[in-house]
């Protein structure tokens, strides 16, 4: 087969495999769910079966241990995650009123000062505006995750489709994995696997490492937002822990939740919403300094900014179930650019013709995408 009817055969089912998410984005969350589930549970049952276990039994011992936490966990902090999001979604108004008030009242006179009556008048209408769009905002993404999540998916899938799904993905892993590998080009089989093994790694690295991040980071936040005293820091934490997968914007909307709500609750005491802001400050430097290095390091080998792009745009595309295809996408693409890269770095394309006046060049591996 020709070069050029080997690109349009991959980027034919590269289209065919996209039409297939859209079309049915609605119903693969549970496959999804249970894929990854699979995905980061398979060393686990290896290394059960290297212990002598058959298959079989290293995958109904690894996910009844699995649902026993799970489920543990659940039992635990559902009841105290159902008060305080109850009290934070009937008390946010009251919150951002509050709020929008003690910052009026302090800004006032120093905007009168600068620019008379007039620029304080538009000042209080442009917080007050942006402080009703916030809390609309916060109510309707709320809402969608109900509707989005609940309604739309089904608790029913979430919870038994997938547990279901993931068993008998972890019981012929190894074999749908040796399938896949027959079917390979035998004259790119090598190249392919490379390829295949580098977004192994990656994407192992990242998912692996940053789901014990965020898991440790929202405990450290609403263990010390709950020691601080802050009205639903438990909440605040969880959720601050739960989107540090998205780089900068979980420590964001927890500082700005948390430091709020503080505010609002012990002012005009300065010192605990000082103690808010330092429980952040502790977490970002242990997280940048401890965590990150240890857990995740430079594993997926993808750009923050090109992340977020992911995310969001796989998010659009796709929904939550975009959410969870982001990474994994973004560190296949991250991989497949920095091998096109160095294919070009070592093209007469890029040497116009003569390879041989460089040939370091075929080492030479591109940055980060």
Known sequence: MSLQRQIGFWLISLAVFVLFLVLLRDVLLPFIAALAL???????????????M????????????????FVLSLVLLMPLL?????????????????LQTLILERGAPLLEKLGGDKLAQDAQNSLGNLVGEATKWVGSVLQSLWSGGTAIIGVFSLLVLTPVIAFYLLVDWDRMCATVDSWLPLDHRDTIRELLSEMDKAIAGFLRGQALLCVLLGTFYAVGLSLVGVNFGALIGIISGFLSFIPYVGSLTGLVLSVGVATVQFWPEWTWPLATLGVFAAGQFIEGNILQPKLVGDSIGVHPVWL??????FGSLFGFVGLLLAVPLAAVIG????FALRQYLASNIYHGGDVSKSPEARKRVGADV
């Open 82 to 98: 159902g008060q305080q999001l109850a009290g934070f979604v009937a008390r946010m108004p009251e919150v951002a009123a509050k």
């Open 54 to 69: 058959s298959r079989l039994a290293a995958t109904i011992f690894i996910l009844i241990v699995f649902l026993l936490v």
């Open 308 to 313: 977020m792009f992911a995310l969001l745009a």
């Open 335 to 338: 991989v497949l650019s920095r």
């Open 38 to 52: 699979a995905y980061l549970l398979d060393p686990l049952a290896d290394r059960l079966e290297r212990l002598g």
